[in-house]
């Protein structure tokens, strides 16, 4: 039993630790939101594999996977590293990808005007850091939601 309590002890220390590390800015922890959106995108990019391989589709899940792989790490939002510009990299590739291979031309434009609003608002510090998350989750989403519509449209 003492060794328990004396492991125990050093899991808290540990613990306090990492919650002292992952502090932002703001006070607080990063809110989970692009992370779990990001999940999202990877378990939706699966479902449309499965009806329909096309390169769109293979880059939304690539997009899925390389944002988890981004956003997992909670304890900063501004990373500088080969993962975030991976995930940007791909953020380009499924911008160009949609252009030319989705239905929907106009709603896909749109999307990206306002993907490129959300950017520059975030890079230019106009939204407090306790939006941010929330902010670029809704992104996530809103990418998920146009490859669902664009899905179901016919020209």
Known sequence: ????????????????????EIKVNCGDVIKPYSFISAIFIFIVAIIKLIFKQNIFNFTLLFLGFTSIWHHSRLYRWWINDYIKYLDNLVVIIISIVGFFTLNNKKLWFLFL?????????????????IYVPPLHAATHIVIILVSIFDSCYKN
């Open 1 to 20: 039993m003492e060794s328990f309590s004396c492991f125990s002890d050093s899991c808290k220390n540990i613990k306090n630790d990492v919650y002292e």
């Open 113 to 129: 005007c306002y993907g490129f609003f959300i950017f520059s608002t975030i890079e230019l510090d106009l939204v407090p850091c």
